[in-house]
């Protein structure tokens, strides 16, 4: 059963304990390590995979591979209209406006782990569910 990656009710420090709490690890003590790392990286910079169903997946996946910065996810679709990339938020700005621009209408666009629970696992050194 999926869990949310992110409580919008709780703190920083609230979702890194649910989380740690989550995956049966005792965290407390490096909260603060983590929250401290966190704040001193920009969000922007932390490379995800996002989830991409659009109205016409072989024209999505074209413009994805031109567009620098982006890496396709192979086999990381569980349905046949999903794509999956990873990449940078302000290299996603860029694919999502020549996605728009080639005509190509963006039906879902989710991040696969939520950034906060992706920082969380770099810096515990936790493997990431797709990775």
């Not at 490379?47 to 997946?57: K, Q």
Request: no cysteine; glycine share 6%; aromatic share 2%.
């Amino acid at each position: 059963m999926d869990g949310p990656g992110l409580y919008p009710s709780l703190t920083a420090r609230q979702n890194l304990a649910a989380l740690a709490a989550l995956r049966g690890l005792d965290a407390d003590a490096a909260i603060d390590d983590v929250l401290g790392e966190v704040s001193s990286h920009r969000m922007d910079d932390v490379e995800l995979d996002y989830r991409l169903i659009t109205s016409d997946r072989r024209e999505a996946r074209r413009v994805a591979a031109e567009t620098t910065g982006v890496v396709l996810v192979d086999g990381a679709g569980t349905r046949e209209e999903v794509l999956v990339v990873r990449t940078v938020v302000p290299v996603l700005d860029e694919l999502v406006a020549r996605l728009v621009r080639s005509g190509v209408a963006i039906r879902e666009l989710t991040p696969v782990v939520s950034p906060l629970e992706a920082a969380f696992l770099a810096l515990t050194e936790q493997p990431a569910a797709t990775r």
